[in-house]
């Protein structure tokens, strides 16, 4: 079973870093290749693990309007960039698609069973990669998840 919990922690990693993959756990039980390493016991691989990263190192810049993925300035819009603030305000709570509109686009009529919003966190993630941080909730929105490499300055 320790096999098992390492082998889905490894591709649940995987998924975060590499979130459009497709990740597949294979256990074997054969003799290993001449050229392969021994084996080791499942209680040998906890120093790997606790060596990976959690995730993505992120810092929101509210006053500076920025968001840094990784050391890298990602380029959003200002519509984007109000979403992801909302979404980041209400961490960790799914957030509905009408409270989006009566706030992020309070200025703007969105008609009703607009795709407004999904477009805009689509293309949010798309451009940040954040796919991990900022998760559908099935019938109720978005969430906001929070992480330990997220920095928010406001």
Request: proline share 6%; net charge positive.
């Amino acid at each position: 079973m320790e096999l098992l919990r390492i082998a889905e922690s490894l591709g649940a990693r995987a998924r975060e870093w590499l979130p459009h993959a497709r990740t597949y756990s294979v256990l074997s039980a054969g003799e290993a290749a001449p050229e392969a390493p021994a084996a080791r016991s499942a209680g040998d691989f906890s120093d790997l693990l606790a060596a990976l990263p959690e995730g993505p190192e992120v810092h929101i810049d509210v006053p500076g309007r920025r968001v840094v993925v990784n050391g890298m300035l990602c380029r959003i819009t200002r519509q984007e960039f109000d979403l992801l603030i909302h979404l980041a305000r209400a961490a960790g709570a799914p957030v509905s698609r009408d409270e989006l509109h009566a706030t992020v686009w309070r200025a703007k009529l969105v008609p009703q069973g607009s795709r407004t919003v999904d477009v805009h966190v689509r293309r949010l993630r798309e451009k940040t990669g954040l796919d991990s941080l900022i998760t559908t909730v099935r019938g109720a929105g978005y969430r906001f998840n929070p992480s330990t490499g997220v920095r928010i300055s406001w």
